[in-house]
């Protein structure tokens, strides 16, 4: 079973940057494609960034410029520079192996004005 589990949420000022790691576990063939989710209330799971083994980034308009995915062996990442107020959600890891989706717990990033 695939656990993930993340770290780096908490409060920044707009402008500010915060750095999300999120550490999987538990397969012993590789983690597939690694990406990053948000949810704000009152609406979807949206996705911020994924990138496969191969290294191919996919980053979403509202982030690109900004946001920035790697990822090294188990570990997936996301820096976030020139946070916006409008960024504010919990922050979702997830991982897609074999047709399946691992979520990990999420984490919070509030960005005050």
């Known amino acids: 079973q695939v656990q993930l589990v993340e770290s780096g949420g908490g409060l920044a000022q707009a402008g500010g940057s915060l750095r999300l790691s999120c550490a999987a576990s538990?397969?012993?063939?590789?983690?597939?494609?690694m990406g990053w989710y948000r949810q704000d209330s009152g609406n979807g799971r949206e996705l911020v960034a994924d990138i496969t083994v191969g290294g191919t980034t996919n980053t979403v308009d509202a982030v690109k410029g900004r946001f920035t995915i790697s990822r090294d062996k188990n570990t997936v990442y996301l820096q976030m520079n020139s946070l916006k107020p409008e960024d504010t959600a919990v922050y979702f890891c997830n991982v897609r192996l074999f047709g399946a989706n691992y979520w990990g717990q999420g984490t919070q990033v509030t960005v005050a004005s």
């Open positions: 538990g397969s012993s063939f590789g983690y597939g494609t």
